[in-house]
């Protein structure tokens, strides 16, 4: 699977350590940076991650900052992004089954890296539902649309 991944400077030496635990699970992992400890603005990259889930260019993303609520609010302005910050493996999980979440936004300050670890593999294993939830889903993406009318 393609992943696009960012961080801000919070967020650098996670987002290094789930690129290499993605890597070795076979996934192809588009780094969209940031590339170092530096203070950086995070919507910057929060929506280089969302560009690439809204073409279609990458399949599923992975955000971090300190709480990953910034990143989530950045992220969910483009179209087709579903992306919230999740603090444990059943909020990562029911995000994938109800929700069919495509970004995961996730806490550099607040979450051990082991922890992350965790609620990312079992983000990346748990399949949507469908079902109901697909139904909702689909009444969100109505509510973004009805949104980009000018």
């Not at 635990?21 to 940031?34: F, I, Y």
């Not at 550099?108 to 079992?122: F, G, I, K, Q």
Request: glycine residues 8%; negative net charge.
């Amino acid at each position: 699977m393609r992943i696009a991944i960012a961080s801000d400077h919070r967020g650098f030496h996670l987002k290094e350590q789930l690129i290499s635990m993605l890597r070795s699970k076979g996934h192809e992992v588009d780094d969209e940076g940031a590339h170092g400890v530096e203070s950086v603005d995070y919507p910057d990259f929060a929506a280089l991650v969302a560009q690439k889930i809204s073409d279609h260019t990458a399949e599923r993303g992975i955000l971090i900052c300190g709480t990953g609520i910034g990143m989530a609010i950045a992220a969910n302005k483009f179209p087709g992004v579903r992306a919230a910050p999740c603090n444990d493996e059943v909020t990562a999980e029911m995000s994938r089954r109800h929700n069919d979440l495509n970004v995961l936004c996730l806490s550099a300050d607040m979450l051990s890296p082991r922890t992350v670890e965790r609620m990312v593999e079992v983000w990346m294993t748990t399949p949507f539902e469908g079902g109901r939830h697909e139904r909702r889903v689909e009444k969100i993406h109505q509510l973004e649309q009805r949104g980009n009318l000018s």
